[in-house]
């Protein structure tokens, strides 16, 4: 049996520590039963959402046991956890697996950590994983809410802030997990409308709604603000910010934003226009992340959410 190990991403909540380095982190594979270690992965230094995309062969696997992965913080003497999941044989023993597994024991108050898993069986290749854009179609009465509560303010797509009781609650209901519209996630066109004021006019006015819907992902920044960036982001924000994550809406030619994008080489952990800041040391909601932009100074972790790209 052949498993690859792929990544892991809200490992670490971005109000722990603030100010220190990223976690060093691993990942092992064990036999849920016997405890045995069937694998472990290289350590990734200084990372929020390791990608190990690492593969072995499973030698030490016996038919029938559950496989337990458990994401590592390597200190300079011991490894703490970071969390766990338990996958049992039933989800992989015929076809294997190809998804996110949602870790367990992550911290307080983080309940947003995956990991990114493949196994395949022998003979077989890995099976093909869940697509991040799908379609939704649901029907409303007259008068009737559909559940949906969005947020328009990037001017491209609508981010779905909440999902409440109506038609695509129950839709939720009745289908697989990867089928489900959830909270962060981006719908993208309505009925062949593809602005975000064209799809509320359909949201309002129409009963049926077709809905193409694209996932989004987690993505980590350190920024190093020095003193004489201190309060400048370089970074446009919606004049008045609504719902928990603040958007961006532009990119300026100066601030600590313009010195992170100018000094990654890796054009995903630059920011981008569309990016929401999800979390920033304590703030609960998108007007108090603009407030404490203006004060933060030297190094600050930001958790951004983003619209993964079309597949």
């Not at 519209?181 to 359909?202: H, Q």
């Amino acid at each position: 049996m052949g498993i690859m190990v792929v990544s892991a991403s809200g490992i670490r909540n971005s109000d722990w520590l603030p100010g220190t380095g990223k976690p060093d982190c691993y990942c092992t594979v064990k036999s849920a039963e016997q405890g045995r270690e069937l694998f472990r992965t290289k350590i990734l230094n200084d990372q929020l959402a390791p990608m190990w995309n690492e593969e072995a062969r499973l030698i030490g696997y016996k038919t029938g046991e559950s496989l337990e992965f458990e994401v590592w913080d390597k200190d300079l003497i011991t490894s703490e956890s970071l969390g766990k999941v338990t996958l049992s044989p039933d989800d992989f023993a015929q076809e294997g697996w190809n998804g996110q597994l949602k870790l367990t024991e992550a911290g307080d108050g983080i309940d947003s950590a995956f990991l990114n898993v493949k196994i395949k069986m022998p003979d077989q290749d890995y099976p093909k994983g869940p697509s991040n854009e799908f379609e939704v179609t649901v029907e409303k009465q007259q008068g009737e809410s559909l559940g949906l509560d969005l947020d328009l303010q990037d001017g491209t797509y609508c981010l779905v802030k909440t999902v409440d009781d109506g038609p695509l609650q129950q839709y939720n209901e009745q289908v697989k997990p990867t089928e489900q519209i959830k909270p962060g996630d981006f719908v993208i066109s309505v009925n062949g409308e593809t602005t975000p004021k064209a799809m509320l006019r359909t949201f309002r006015g129409e009963h049926k709604f077709t809905m193409t819907v694209r996932r989004s992902t987690t993505v980590y920044v350190l920024v190093d603000i020095q003193n004489s960036d201190e309060g400048t982001p370089g970074l446009e924000f919606p004049t008045e910010p609504v719902g928990e994550w603040l958007c961006i809406k532009g990119l300026q030619n100066e601030g600590w934003g313009k010195s992170l994008n100018d000094g990654c080489e890796d054009s995903s952990a630059k920011f981008q226009v569309g990016d929401r800041i999800a979390a920033l040391a304590g703030a609960s909601n998108a007007g108090e992340v603009r407030d404490k932009l203006a004060h933060v100074s030297g190094k600050t972790p930001m958790r951004l959410l983003r619209i993964l790209p079309k597949e």
